[in-house]
């Protein structure tokens, strides 16, 4: 049995005598949290993204980034966002983190992917539309698998953020 959490894995007693409390479902399944929702004339955009991102970021942040930073590049923005927290949760440098291997990374943080869906279509019909969100691009995504940083340096071009007011 594999459990998420290092503190579960690592006790010999609960390796020997199993868990403490009676599992009847697996403890992690293939099956993705759903929420609906009805989108509202004033909403700007959708965050899809795996857990990875979210154990690093709050809902709070993300949004923040998304409406605060340019259109171009946000999904790769909000992984380094979520990198960038990974690290100051691990007392480690930013690049320090980009440095590891990819086989050791995940003992770091965890896979990371993310789709920005903005809504211009539906501002546009009724009218509302911010002149922040005008563009053809209307989707931005990214997966950042364990290996994100094999990137030719040429390629990766850092963006900075701008969180806060």
């Known amino acids: 049995m594999y459990l998420k959490k290092p ?11 199993g ?13 993705p949290s759903i ?3 009805k989108i509202k004339p004033q909403d700007l955009f959708l965050i899809f993204a795996s857990d990875g991102l ?26 380094s966002a ?5 690290a100051r949760k691990r007392e480690m440098r930013y690049e320090d983190i ?4 990819k086989g050791t990374r995940r003992h770091f943080h965890d896979d990371i992917s993310v789709v920005v869906i903005y809504l211009d279509q539906h501002q546009q019909q009724h009218g509302s539309r911010s ?19 094999s990137l030719n340096a040429e390629e990766e071009e850092e963006v900075p953020l701008h969180l806060g007011s």
């Open 7 to 17: 503190e579960f894995n690592r006790d010999p007693l609960f390796q020997h005598f």
């Open 35 to 37: 929420e609906i929702r």
């Open 82 to 86: 979520a990198l960038q927290e990974a």
């Open 98 to 101: 980009k440095r590891i291997e």
């Open 54 to 79: 979210w154990e690093q970021l709050t809902d709070e942040a993300a949004v923040d980034i998304v409406f605060k930073n340019p259109r171009r590049g946000i999904a790769k923005r909000l992984v």
């Open 131 to 149: 002149d922040r969100f005008r563009g053809h691009n209307t989707v931005d995504c990214t997966n950042a698998p364990v290996d994100i940083f």
């Open 19 to 31: 868990s403490p409390v009676p599992l009847k479902r697996a403890v992690m399944t293939a099956e």
